[in-house]
């Protein structure tokens, strides 16, 4: 062999110079190369079957309309649970029910409209002849002034009556929106708005119909959602509903009729996955 000379190799493929393939050979690569188009085609038929999991709604219509379902099913004919015999007395409840509970204000509200029958008789009152009565229902001062400035409001400027127009309503002092609703929505029968208390608050939340923590906001996001034939009744279950299965800190999941629609993230029990930004 001459010196510099290198012969030259045989390439990879085996097409190298003077290289023979034989039938059998280039049938078998025909068949290979056939069969990894046919994996290729089927990876891609693949795909096109597999259509991509619907995204949750919680706000889905279906959704909410299972969840007032099963409410009525639950809480068919509640109504408000502060004892009252006119638009005043549940006026006056509604007031004397913050930061206390119905239990409480039922326990006083007896023995105050006996002492004073008429919104005249507490019309006539200091704020400071009311607090001995109104004591133990707690923040007994600021609710006093409430309830006199109220009673000499409504017989000053309506007659003696209490008006059942939201924007009279809230020209009384100590009574806002979610007040007003209770009397508009118990007494006069009036869907102007959803009942938004701790309750509502906490339930709503959990049940993922609203994210916010605002009461204003809570209402505006739960009138969007709910039918207007449903406020007054809807607002009353989830109060019930608060009391009786959904506890605040121990909910009884495992008793409540929603659990496997409800993905909350302080669940005690659950059949569902939880997320965890379904809570207070």
């Not at 025909?30 to 995204?55: C, D, I, N, Q």
């Not at 007031?95 to 326990?107: E, F, M």
């Not at 009942?195 to 916010?212: A, F």
Request: proline share 5%; aromatic share 6%.
């Amino acid at each position: 062999m001459l010196r510099g000379l290198v012969p030259r190799q045989p390439a990879k493929t085996g097409r190298h110079e003077g290289a023979r393939v034989s039938r059998s050979m280039k049938a078998s690569r025909r068949t290979e190369g056939l069969s990894r188009v046919g994996r290729g085609a089927a990876k891609t038929a693949t795909k096109k079957k597999s259509a991509p999991a619907a995204k949750y709604n919680p706000l889905a219509p279906e959704r909410i309309a299972e969840i007032l379902k099963r409410l009525d099913q639950l809480y068919p004919d509640v109504t408000c649970a502060l004892t009252h015999k006119s638009a005043w007395e549940l006026l006056v409840a509604t007031i004397l029910s913050a930061q206390s509970t119905d239990v409480n204000v039922n326990r006083v509200t007896p023995e105050l409209f006996r002492k004073y029958p008429t919104v005249e008789d507490f019309a006539a009152l200091t704020p400071e002849q009311l607090e001995p009565d109104v004591r133990s229902t707690g923040f007994f001062r600021n609710k006093s002034k409430s309830v006199v400035g109220a009673a000499k409001k409504i017989v000053s400027e309506f007659g003696g009556h209490v008006p059942d127009d939201m924007e009279k309503l809230l020209t009384l002092p100590g009574v806002a929106r979610k007040t007003a609703n209770v009397v508009l929505g118990s007494w006069f029968h009036k869907a102007d708005g959803v009942v938004v208390d701790t309750h509502v608050t906490r339930i709503s939340r959990r049940l993922e119909l609203t994210k916010n923590t605002d009461a204003s906001k809570i209402e505006q996001d739960l009138m969007k959602v709910i039918p207007r034939e449903k406020w007054i009744l809807f607002a009353h279950q989830l109060i019930w509903h608060g009391r009786k299965l959904c506890i605040a800190r121990r909910p009884k999941c495992v008793d409540c009729a929603l659990e496997n629609i409800c993905h909350a993230g302080d669940k005690t029990w659950t059949t569902v996955e939880v997320h965890k930004n379904a809570k207070l």
